[in-house]
C-alpha cells in the first residue's frame, strides 16, 4: 500500500503546485455566470466545485480520469479468468490518474482483504441493537458511523497534525473503510434477510467477489455482475448529492467515516440511488395491478401516464445532467443481453425503455426522457436471486464509496478549504431585480 500511498502523494504534491499557479496567475478570470432561476433549481449547471475523479458529458455520459465505461471494461485489469474489470482498478485509476497495472491492482486486493478482518466487534453489536426492520441503508450508514472510531485522522488531529499531513491519515481511513463497507453491508444483510446466518470474509478473494461471497452468493456469474455493478456505481462527478456532500462535511476536515455517511444519507433519498429499490416495487407494483405475467406495451404506457397523473415521477428516468440514454444502463443492458436475454424482468425493462420516453418528453418539462443507472440494476439482481430491493441502494453505497473516497483524499492533498458559499433571500433577489430594472430604463 505505501507503495499507492507514494504514487498519490508525487501526484498530488504536483497538481497541488499546479493549481497554485493558476490561481495566482489566473484567479480572477470568470468561468461563468449564475442566473435566478439557478439558485431556486437547485443550482444546475453553476461550476462551482473541482473533482478530479470523473467528469460528466451530458451527451456522452461519465468518463472516469477521462476513460468511458465501454473503454474501462476493456482496459482496467480483471480477475483470472474473468471478464469483468475489478473495482480496485478503478480506484486505482481515480486516485492517481492511471490506468494499473494488475500487480497494483493485486496490491489492493490484498489490502482490502487483510484489512476487511479489522471491522470491530462493536460496529456489529452496534448494528445487533438495531430494529431488524430498520431500512438497511439507515443501518449501513449507522454501521459505517460507528466505525468512526478507528479514524486516524480524528486521532492525528486531536494531536495536532499538521495541515500538510492530512492527507496521509485520510488515506488510511479511506482504505480501511473501503475494506470493510462491504462487511457491513453484508452483516446487515444476512441478519436481516438470512436469519443471521453471517458469512466471514474469504483472504483469497477480490474485493467485489468477497462482497458476493459474505452476502452468499457465490456463483460466478454472480461475482461477475458484482465486478460490474460496483464499478459503473463508483463515481459520478462532483455534484450529485452523495458525491457533493460528502465533500461539502470533509471540507468541515471531519473524518472519512463522518463524510462518507453524510453522503449516504444522501444516496438514500429516492430522487438519488434510493431510486433503483424504486423502479423495482413500481415495476411489481405494475405486474401486479396488470395481473401479473408479460405486460404489453400499451398496458406499460396506461401504466406510466397514471402514475404521472398521480403526481409521481417515473423512477430510473430523467437525470440532472445526463441527455442521452445513461452509458450506466447501456452496459447493464449489454450484460444482460449476454446473459439472460430471456429474463422476463429483464425484457419487461427494455419494453419500459420503449415507452416511457416519449411519454416524458410530450410532457414538455421533463429535461431528460431517458433511463439512468437506476432503471436497469434491480433487475439484474433480482434475476440472480438477491429479491430483496430494499437492501439495492446498500449496494449502490459500497460502489461510490470508491468514487468519494478517493475524491476525499485529493480534497485533504491539495488543501482545499472549508466549503461557504454565500446564501441570499427572496428580498435580496427582489431587490436585485428592481434595481437591474431601473438600471435598464436609465440606460433605455
Ligand atoms: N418522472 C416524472 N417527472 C419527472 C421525471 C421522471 N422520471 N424526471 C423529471 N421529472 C420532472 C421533475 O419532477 C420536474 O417537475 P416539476 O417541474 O413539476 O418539479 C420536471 O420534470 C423538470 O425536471 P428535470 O429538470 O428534468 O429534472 P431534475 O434535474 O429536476 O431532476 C431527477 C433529476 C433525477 C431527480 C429526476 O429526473 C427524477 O426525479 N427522476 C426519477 C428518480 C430517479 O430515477 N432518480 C435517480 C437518478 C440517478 C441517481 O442519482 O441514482
Given at each position: 500500500?505505501?507503495?499507492?500511498?507514494?504514487?498519490?502523494a508525487?501526484?498530488?504534491g504536483?497538481?497541488?503546485?499546479?493549481?497554485?499557479?493558476?490561481?495566482?496567475?489566473?484567479?480572477?478570470?470568470?468561468?461563468?455566470?449564475?442566473?435566478?432561476?439557478?439558485?431556486?433549481g437547485?443550482?444546475?449547471?453553476?461550476?462551482?466545485?473541482?473533482?478530479?475523479?470523473s467528469?460528466?458529458?451530458?451527451?456522452?455520459?461519465?468518463?472516469?480520469?477521462?476513460?468511458?465505461?465501454?473503454?474501462?471494461?476493456?482496459?482496467?485489469?480483471?480477475?483470472?479468468?474473468?471478464?469483468?474489470?475489478?473495482?480496485?482498478?478503478?480506484?486505482?485509476?481515480?486516485l492517481?490518474?492511471?490506468?494499473?497495472?494488475?500487480?497494483?491492482?493485486?496490491?489492493?486486493?490484498?489490502?482490502?482483504?487483510?484489512?476487511?478482518?479489522?471491522?470491530?466487534?462493536h460496529?456489529?453489536?452496534?448494528?445487533?441493537?438495531?430494529p431488524?426492520?430498520?431500512?438497511?441503508?439507515?443501518?449501513?450508514?449507522?454501521?459505517?458511523?460507528?466505525?468512526?472510531?478507528?479514524?486516524?485522522?480524528?486521532?492525528?488531529y486531536?494531536?495536532?497534525?499538521?495541515?500538510?499531513?492530512?492527507?496521509?491519515?485520510?488515506?488510511?481511513?479511506?482504505?480501511?473503510?473501503?475494506?470493510?463497507?462491504?462487511?457491513?453491508?453484508?452483516?446487515?444483510?444476512?441478519?436481516?434477510?438470512?436469519?443471521n446466518?453471517?458469512?466471514?470474509p474469504?483472504?483469497?478473494?477480490?474485493?467485489?467477489?468477497?462482497?458476493?461471497?459474505?452476502?452468499?452468493?457465490?456463483?460466478?456469474?454472480?461475482?461477475?455482475?458484482?465486478?460490474?455493478?460496483?464499478?459503473?456505481?463508483?463515481?459520478?462527478?462532483?455534484?450529485?448529492?452523495?458525491?457533493?456532500?460528502?465533500?461539502?462535511?470533509?471540507?468541515?476536515?471531519?473524518?472519512?467515516?463522518?463524510?462518507?455517511?453524510?453522503?449516504?444519507?444522501?444516496?438514500a433519498?429516492?430522487?438519488?440511488?434510493?431510486?433503483?429499490?424504486?423502479?423495482?416495487?413500481?415495476?411489481?407494483?405494475?405486474?401486479?395491478?396488470?395481473?401479473?405475467?408479460m405486460p404489453?406495451?400499451?398496458?406499460?404506457?396506461?401504466?406510466?401516464?397514471?402514475?404521472?397523473?398521480?403526481?409521481?415521477?417515473?423512477?430510473?428516468?430523467?437525470?440532472a445532467?445526463?441527455?442521452?440514454?445513461?452509458?450506466?444502463?447501456?452496459?447493464?443492458?449489454?450484460?444482460?443481453?449476454?446473459?439472460?436475454?430471456?429474463?422476463?424482468?429483464?425484457?419487461?425493462?427494455?419494453?419500459?425503455?420503449?415507452v416511457?420516453?416519449?411519454?416524458?418528453?410530450a410532457t414538455?418539462?421533463?429535461?431528460?426522457?431517458?433511463?439512468?443507472?437506476?432503471?436497469h440494476?434491480?433487475?439484474?439482481?433480482?434475476?440472480?436471486?438477491?429479491?430483496?430491493?430494499?437492501?439495492?441502494?446498500?449496494?449502490?453505497?459500497?460502489?461510490?464509496a470508491?468514487?468519494?473516497?478517493?475524491?476525499?483524499?485529493?480534497?485533504?492533498?491539495?488543501?482545499?478549504?472549508?466549503?461557504?458559499?454565500?446564501?441570499?433571500?427572496?428580498?435580496?433577489?427582489?431587490?436585485?431585480?428592481?434595481?437591474?430594472?431601473?438600471?435598464?430604463f436609465?440606460?433605455?
Amino acid at each position: 500500500m505505501n507503495q499507492l500511498k507514494e504514487k498519490f502523494a508525487e501526484k498530488a504534491g504536483q497538481l497541488a503546485a499546479e493549481i497554485k499557479t493558476i490561481i495566482k496567475e489566473n484567479g480572477d478570470q470568470e468561468v461563468g455566470k449564475v442566473n435566478i432561476a439557478q439558485i431556486y433549481g437547485g443550482m444546475r449547471g453553476v461550476k462551482a466545485l473541482v473533482t478530479e475523479t470523473s467528469s460528466l458529458d451530458p451527451e456522452e455520459g461519465i468518463r472516469f480520469r477521462g476513460y468511458s465505461i465501454p473503454e474501462l471494461r476493456e482496459k482496467l485489469p480483471k480477475a483470472p479468468g474473468g471478464v469483468e474489470p475489478l473495482p480496485e482498478g478503478l480506484f486505482y485509476l481515480m486516485l492517481v490518474g492511471e490506468l494499473p497495472t494488475e500487480e497494483e491492482v493485486q496490491m489492493i486486493s490484498a489490502e482490502f482483504a487483510k484489512r476487511v478482518q479489522e471491522v470491530p466487534d462493536h460496529v456489529f453489536k452496534t448494528l445487533d441493537g438495531l430494529p431488524v426492520d430498520m431500512h438497511p441503508m439507515t443501518q449501513f450508514s449507522i454501521g459505517i458511523l460507528s466505525m468512526q472510531t478507528e479514524s486516524r485522522f480524528a486521532k492525528a488531529y486531536r494531536e495536532g497534525i499538521s495541515k500538510k499531513d492530512y492527507w496521509d491519515p485520510t488515506f488510511e481511513d479511506v482504505i480501511t473503510l473501503l475494506a470493510g463497507a462491504p462487511r457491513v453491508a453484508a452483516y446487515i444483510y444476512n441478519r436481516k434477510y438470512r436469519d443471521n446466518q453471517q458469512i466471514g470474509p474469504d483472504p483469497n478473494l477480490d474485493w467485489a467477489a468477497n462482497f458476493a461471497h459474505m452476502l452468499g452468493f457465490d456463483s460466478d456469474r454472480f461475482k461477475r455482475l458484482m465486478r460490474l455493478y460496483l464499478t459503473i456505481h463508483a463515481d459520478h462527478e462532483g455534484g450529485n448529492v452523495s458525491a457533493h456532500t460528502t465533500h461539502l462535511v470533509g471540507s468541515a476536515l471531519s473524518d472519512a467515516y463522518l463524510s462518507y455517511t453524510s453522503g449516504m444519507n444522501g444516496l438514500a433519498g429516492p430522487l438519488h440511488g434510493l431510486a433503483n429499490q424504486e423502479v423495482i416495487r413500481w415495476i411489481l407494483e405494475m405486474k401486479d395491478a396488470l395481473g401479473g405475467g408479460m405486460p404489453t406495451k400499451e398496458q406499460i404506457a396506461n401504466y406510466v401516464k397514471a402514475t404521472l397523473e398521480a403526481g409521481k415521477v417515473i423512477p430510473g428516468y430523467g437525470h440532472a445532467v445526463l441527455r442521452k440514454p445513461d452509458p450506466r444502463y447501456v452496459a447493464q443492458m449489454e450484460f444482460a443481453k449476454e446473459v439472460m436475454p430471456d429474463d422476463e424482468l429483464v425484457n419487461i425493462v427494455w419494453m419500459i425503455y420503449d415507452v416511457v420516453p416519449p411519454i416524458l418528453q410530450a410532457t414538455g418539462k421533463v429535461k431528460n426522457p431517458w433511463p439512468n443507472v437506476d432503471a436497469h440494476s434491480g433487475s439484474l439482481l433480482v434475476q440472480h436471486g438477491m429479491q430483496e430491493y430494499d437492501f439495492y441502494t446498500v449496494l449502490f453505497g459500497v460502489s461510490r464509496a470508491l468514487g468519494v473516497l478517493a475524491s476525499l483524499c485529493w480534497d485533504r492533498a491539495l488543501g482545499l478549504p472549508i466549503e461557504r458559499p454565500k446564501s441570499v433571500t427572496t428580498d435580496w433577489v427582489k431587490h436585485t431585480v428592481e434595481e437591474s430594472k431601473a438600471e435598464q430604463f436609465f440606460t433605455d
